[in-house]
């Protein structure tokens, strides 16, 4: 196991890497000059020429990557060419609310689907199963930016509900936290939920027409015992990957409920540096979610072993 997870570790930077190209690269892309922007719209200097050589974009793209690369290597991510502040201090002062969103998303979102996916299979073709499946079909088909503003919209006119103005730390008030997080961690975790649910049925119903749940069955073993114990956990393994695939998904997602409900996280922050050209911080919160999402898949395949047995790392 620790060879396996030192191997995925190593295999990791090179993966990095390549991310970090390609995030430098197409930030370069979007139409506009930072330097023409600054001198023209806010006045910081004179001349566009002399602003770019300060800013270091008036030196070859190779160059200035291998400078970033190297600053990364160093621990220091860079710093906004607005207000020259350091990419990580900006990062996290925002970065803490998108967590707590996602990981109360995916909170709701198993707490819905494993327990829905399993009753729909152990009850197929009933009317339990017909109405998850039904649920599930509406939770794909409506995206989660509509359903959020029909929440602010019917929640206003009818139930006196509007988001919070002004951001309650977790620290400072725990209740007042999360009832402005549950709303849209509760829209954003529907959404996945669908799709968690959907596979947790198809793979139970896989599960529960092998010979050795029908043998537990011939055993006389009570049905919660056979479900649990026999059928979920080797059910759970392909489960485990939907989940891990959709963490990519969750962080997007809260970067459009962010802005609906007005959370400080790191959707304001990210349109912001786009509007602005501010490359040091788009790189920052780009190799973040890289990072994060690389972490997640590590953590994926080392469930695998917890889960089923008969894999083995190598």
């Known amino acids: 196991m620790r060879e396996y997870i030192l191997r995925r570790l190593l295999l990791a930077i090179p993966t990095m890497l390549l991310v970090s190209m390609v995030v430098f690269g197409l930030i370069r892309l979007i139409p506009g000059d930072i330097a023409v922007l600054m001198v023209e719209d806010f ?9 770019r050589k300060r800013l270091g974009l008036d030196q070859p793209l190779p160059v200035q990557y291998a400078k970033w690369l190297w600053q990364i290597l160093q621990g ?5 060419l607005w207000t020259r502040r350091t990419a ?17 998303a995916m909170i709701i979102s198993l707490s819905i689907a494993l327990p829905i996916g399993v009753l729909s299979a152990i009850r197929q073709d009933t009317w339990a199963d017909y109405i998850a499946r039904t649920l599930a079909i509406i939770g794909l088909s409506m995206p989660n930016f509509w359903i959020a503003t029909l929440v ?20 400072q008030d725990p209740l007042r936290n999360l009832g402005q997080f549950i709303p849209p961690a509760a829209i954003l975790g529907a959404a996945t939920a669908a799709v968690t649910m959907r596979m947790t049925r198809g793979m139970m119903l896989e599960v529960l027409r092998q010979d050795y749940i029908r043998t537990a069955w011939a055993k ?4 919660r015992v056979v479900i649990y114990r026999h059928a979920l956990r080797n059910a759970l393994v392909p489960v485990i990957t939907i989940i891990g695939l ?4 969750v962080l997007s997602g809260t970067v ?3 802005t609906i409900f007005g959370l400080p996280g790191m959707s304001r922050f990210v349109l912001n540096a786009i509007q602005n050209r501010d490359y040091p ?8 979610y890289a990072a994060v999402v690389v972490l997640a898949n590590l953590v994926v395949d080392i469930l695998y072993g917890f889960l089923d047995p008969r894999i083995r790392y190598r």
């Open 220 to 223: 006389g073993l009570r049905e």
């Open 246 to 249: 959709q963490i990519p998904v």
């Open 76 to 80: 220091d991510l860079g710093e906004s």
């Open 152 to 171: 602010i919209l019917f929640g206003s006119t009818l139930w006196n509900y509007s988001p919070a103005l002004q951001f309650i730390p977790f620290t």
């Open 281 to 288: 911080m788009l790189q920052t919160v780009n190799l973040l």
């Open 88 to 104: 990580m201090e900006e990062v996290l002062l925002r970065f803490p609310v998108s967590v707590e969103l996602g990981v109360l």
């Open 43 to 51: 006045r910081y200097a004179s001349d566009v020429e002399e602003l």
């Open 256 to 258: 459009i409920l962010e």
